[in-house]
């Protein structure tokens, strides 16, 4: 392999007087850390969306299809969305995002399509692999009908969930999480203080977040 | 800001401070503390102290296993599709990062915020071969700008008024900038994204690098960290071998610890998990990730026992926050791009005593950074040692300071230590101090006193403890033990 | 059998503050202590220990092992950081398992400072004082961090009769002292000084309450520097107001 690495090895085996293959202990316990315990289902929701309102994310109950046909239509509206980029699960199938959407007038952009049409869609709109209510975090994996772009570059991200995707703490997710190649925790839109310490949101990553909990059967 | 420095001449630094500077740095701790104690109170401190011997030992056990855990990290990353190198100092770093550029004829690379990119000066190196680097989180962006180095690892560009800002905007890119954050955030976003749309590289630092799965994970609340590694076809991350924890349970602890000290949010907006490039050919992402692991002197600091400690760093800022000395001068009087207690013991150690030995005087030791530590660096420790090594040397450096100076000290160390000399030198400076005495105090002294009555006065000195003791009708006759008489 | 008490004097409050020490003298007598002071002491070596002369310090503490170890009883002294460097930091200096390791851990085991003598070992937080005064408090950072000695000080002020405790902002940040570092940094020094003698300005207190030699040699300096006409004394002499040194 290459002498770099064997140099940086060997420095390391040196500093603490050990040669290759030396026993490793194992991890100690107080390294390691109970997870949070759960409240009731309906209180741990509650927390969530309270804890991502405190994010400036926009959070909304969505009962019935009608429900979200219409509220999609409201958002389409008031954020001006001509263009969208969607995760494509069998998940958004059953809800019939792109279907709504199109029905609105908002062409959709596949996400491997040239990255400056992405780029260029006001909306993005995915599912939510996992959610921490007392963080207010949502736990996106990547996949070729998850792509990252969709939750990234558009100005407007909205994001679904079912409740069944709650989970208690860290670890849950993690366990849940670390075999994809890639995830990642959101939690609030884009933000920044590095002006005067004033908090501005919409940096690089999307500047609204809308996460709609459907509760359709 | 980012080349090695030649000497760190930290008193001359502290007297170049410009006058605005302390109020603003002040402004921005005070703010960051403030969000730290509420969500630390909210759990509780008992709670708050158990995360935090956890945060230590899980740290401590990476780094006493270190090369378990990168030969682990390794063959994780190279299992996933990701290719490793290993760096043994910057110079190497740089290379092998403008070799993969070359390869790919990169003429635009677009960069995340990451100190150890910053250690290596590569943004330097990188335009000296041609190759545009720009830094993407937005207080980097403005400090690079402008030309100068981060002044905090958190906030940059903290110490910059919004107008400074506007100004620099309408200088560099162009552009009108009316002095409002808001604006200047929307004008940076625009601009940033046409730079991350036709960037042919994106390079990152790593928060973590887990061992289990070879995943780098990045902490930012800008999104520029997803877009360095996510839009540009090929990502280089550049991670120190300190970094390295082993497994996704070591992030549960070191999660709850970084983004509350750091800023006080329960955590960071975007915090993202890289194992690799993306599996297949359909996901949107890098075609290529390349990984290098940085030693740049962190193997050496492993070889002090008493210094280890140094690598538990998870660079949360929060010793910077507290440290009376950071708040009154703040990041550039440190000479190094990351400044502060944990700044301090890094940088002394990579650098070296000929280069960085004022720097561990550059600390009353009053111990603020260590209660604050979220991984419990015994940080003043640290410091004492590496004292020591300035003035004494030990096994890994040999002494910088001048010889004069030890001899005066063993001088010194003998007349304080030898009774008859302590109370000689101690009846002595009560009579030659006279000249000086105005009301039981001293206002102006001579070199090299004159440094402290510069700023206040030198109390006379006053001694009759011992005379009175002995004149004394003590209680039952008594003086000191088995002492001969006076 | 009445508890003894060797008087560690330091060299600060010998130099500067002898008044603290025989008020402490009288303090403790009134509590029933016996006290001694062995002559032959002089400087525990901090100065050296944190300025990285660690052969110097080696040397000194040797020497205050040998004067202090063949006493008895308690080793108490009115200087945090001097007790925080007797306690921590003098077994750091020789080899663990050698005579001289554990004569330091003995020692350290029964050298306190004064405060924590009293509240902790004498279990007296009450001593009869009076001092009809609005103070502040400034927390030393040995005693405070190295000692934890977050409490007792405090827990003495506000026993005393007829005393006011006002809080100070910044209570627990550094004064800028830090030893050598007053002189080789003094900008920094001065900057970190001005800092607390506006903040303890800000209280509208008459007095600072202070519980180490080297805070009260800053702070005392500064607020004359400021033409402030607040007082700084050490805790001993507020707790001993009114009453004769013995």
Known sequence: MSQAREEILGKLRQAYGRGPGAPVANIPPTARIVPRTTAAPETELAQLLTEIGKLSGVTRRVASMDGFRAALADLVRAEGVKRATCWTTPEMDAWGVAAALQALDVEIVPADADKYLVAACELGVTGVDAALPETGTLALTSSPDRPRVASLLPRVHLALLRPAVLRPDLHQVFAETQAAGYSVLISGPSRTADIELTLTLGVHGPKSLYVWVMEMA | MSQVPTTIDFRRNTQAVPAQMPAAVQKATAKFLGNRAVLVEALGNEYWQTLRQAGHDIRLHAITHIEHYLEKAEAAVTRAGGQVHWARDAEEARRILLDIAARHRVKLAVKGKSMATEEIGLNHALEAAGIRVLETDLGEYIVQLKGVGPAHIVVPAFHLSKEEIAALFHEKLGVDAPAEAEKLTQIARMKLREEFLSAEMGISGGNFLVADTGTIVTVTNEGNGRMCTTVPPVHVAVVGIDKVVPDWESLTVLLKLLARSATGQKLSCYTQFISGPPRSAAETGPREMHLILLDNGRSRILKTPACRETLLCIRCGACLNICPVYNNVGGYAYGYPISGPTGVIFASQILGPKVAGALPFASTLCGACNEICPVKIPITQILLHLRRRVVEGDETEDAAAPHSLRLGAQVGAVAIGTPGLYRLGSELLKRLQAPFVRGGWMPRLPAPLNRWTMSRPFPAFAADFRQWWRDRPAAGGKRGNNEPGA | ?246
């Open chain 3, 1 to 246: 059998m009445a508890i003894k008490a060797q008087l560690f004097i330091t060299c600060l409050a010998e130099q500067f503050f002898p008044d603290v020490l025989k008020r402490m003298i009288g303090l403790l007598e009134r509590l029933g202590v016996q006290v001694e002071f062995p002559e032959e002491q002089t400087c525990c070596g901090q100065p050296f220990f944190n300025s990285g002369y660690r052969s110097q310090a080696r040397d000194l503490a040797v020497k205050w092992l040998k004067v202090f170890g063949r006493t008895d009883g308690f080793i108490v002294s009115p200087s945090g950081s001097c007790v925080d460097t007797v306690r921590h930091h003098f077994p750091e200096l020789f080899p663990p398992g050698s005579a001289e390791h554990r004569q330091a851990e003995e020692a350290a085991a029964r050298t306190f400072e004064f405060t924590q003598f009293l509240v902790q070992q004498l279990k007296v937080t009450d001593v009869g004082a009076r001092f009809p005064r609005k103070v502040t408090y400034h927390a030393s950072c040995h005693l405070l961090r190295g000692l934890a000695a977050r409490d007792e000080p405090k827990a003495l002020l506000r026993a005393v009769q007829g005393l006011e405790l006002v809080p100070l902002p910044g209570e627990e940040t550094c004064c800028g002292f830090g030893g050598s570092f007053s002189v080789i940094y003094p900008e920094v020094s001065k900057a970190m000084m001005e800092a607390k003698v506006r903040a303890i300005e800000s209280t509208g207190a008459e007095v600072v309450a202070v519980g180490d030699a080297g805070c009260i040699m800053n702070i005392a300096g500064g607020l004359r520097k400021a033409g402030s006409p607040i007082r700084t004394m050490h805790l001993i002499e507020i707790l001993t107001a009114g009453k004769e040194a013995a």
